[in-house]
DNA sequence: TGCCTAAAAATTGTATACGATTTCTAATTG
DNA sequence: CAATTAGAAATCGTATACAATTTTTAGGCA
């Protein structure tokens, strides 16, 4: 399995129709989502800066669409938290706040340890390879230097592990603290180049694997508490980049 | 204090600019804000059932306002899960599943207690009376018979709750597991003529006043499992009914 | 009568145009 | 020279028009 393969389901497409790009609900229709994957993808990655501005033309004039279906696009984005929109200003990538930073990982350190536990207990033999095949694309795209690809994939399996416990509504909510959590770190995380902790997940993987939900539990607070610890919460000043750079460049 | 003073403030306009009709993110501006809330209200009290059409053309017409401004906030309101886009078909009122309705509780049973201890730490004196308030318009709506306002009501309280405690991340979640719940109270709920439980808000604001963070947790926790039990899950009809018999009629 | 088919009507998806607000620029002035 | 201010440019908010899709309805046929 490669690591295109591990990365193509996740954030994006779960939960069936009518879901949206967090994991929430309700995509924007048709075009729409294309921009919205899109732009939430490199959002993730970190290729597109909190802060940034997103301007409905330019977004438009990149993905050749109207700016209506671009509004479409911005406006779900801002509903899952990735983009602020601004009355008569426009739409910029999210810049949370630290007091966010510190309530968005709080909620994930309540929620995601009880999912773990029901995972744990319903994970199957192949969701555990798959899970295997994760961390391993994580260490792929860490040694490749891509931290962009890999801080994304270790966004997936939180994601994945959630998807395991089978809990869509707990799901969605994950998905979206996930995805505020990347834009989180990608402004307060204390070491830029330092490996991001895939052991964690491995040490869950062997928790999950055993079906000791108690471990699993147990494990998943402790490690969301390590990421929140991770942080270093002072202001960060917001460097000017554009779309086309990320975009055309 | 009157009913209606205590009725204004809650699950619209709180949270800032930036946020969503459902506590959540980024409302629509200006004028889809207004049909946003005033729909939601609507559901929010029953007055529009679940399964019901939302025609474009037809809110447009009822509000006054283009099909541009009404997308956007019907997709608003399929974003806080109040509303389902059908692609090509259009918006209707959500109808929750029974699975659904048991995850939104279960997920209310996790997080909701946790709110709950930390508002009873931080409450204030005003803030108890404002509480206190509330429970007596939610008496005033029930012995009036209005059934729908005493439970929208009964939601404002759980949401005044998580306002104390002051956590915004938590209590933009919280905002979006009551709405759906208000959903999955007009399908499921066992007794429609019922007193709805004002009782344990009563024990919880007693809790409170005494800054009893531990009471206060398991009265939430053992509140929800009520409502949770109230439900009767079977699967039930949806009646036809048109908008402008609600906002004409 | 029941069912399939095709045309018509209704509804949503998208593009474009125009007005309102904001932001940028440059000339003016103390 | 710095601060201010008017004008221009850019950007967003909204309305309207047209295209695509779905739903309904009318007709034909076994």
Redesign the interface.
């Known amino acids: 399995m490669t690591s295109a393969a591990v990365a193509g389901s996740g954030l994006g497409e779960a939960g069936g129709?009518?879901r949206?790009p967090d994991g929430?609900?309700?995509l924007?229709?048709?075009r729409a989502l294309t921009i919205c994957l899109e732009l939430q993808q490199a959002i993730l990655e970190h290729r597109l800066q909190p802060g940034m501005k997103l301007s409905e033309d330019e977004v438009g004039e990149i993905f050749g669409a109207s700016r209506t279906v671009v509004r479409?696009a911005l406006?779900?984005l801002?509903?899952?938290?990735l983009?602020?929109?601004?009355?008569n200003r426009g739409a910029f990538i999210s810049r949370p706040t630290i007091?966010?930073a510190h309530?968005?990982f709080?909620?994930r350190a309540?929620?995601e340890p009880?999912v773990a536990r029901m995972a744990a207990l319903a994970v199957t033999e192949a969701q555990l390879e798959t899970l295997k095949a994760h961390i391993e694309a994580e260490h792929v795209a860490l040694d490749a230097g891509e931290m962009g690809k890999s801080l994304s994939l270790s966004g997936l399996f939180h994601i994945a592990v959630s998807d395991i416990a089978d809990?869509?509504?707990?799901g969605a909510?994950i998905r979206q603290?996930i995805s505020r959590s990347s834009l989180i770190i990608a402004l307060y995380w204390k070491r830029p180049d330092t490996a991001c902790e895939s052991h964690s997940h491995h040490a869950l993987l062997e928790a999950m694997a055993t079906h000791d939900g108690q471990a699993a539990e147990e494990i998943m607070k402790s490690h969301i508490v390590d990421l929140h610890s991770g942080l270093e919460l002072k202001e960060r000043p917001h460097h000017g980049q554009t779309l086309a750079e990320v975009f055309r460049g």
């Open positions: 129709a009518g949206g929430g609900f309700s924007p229709p048709g479409a406006h779900a801002a509903h899952s938290g983009v602020t929109i601004e009355r007091r966010e309530e968005v709080e909620a309540l929620i009880r809990q869509q509504v707990l909510i603290l």
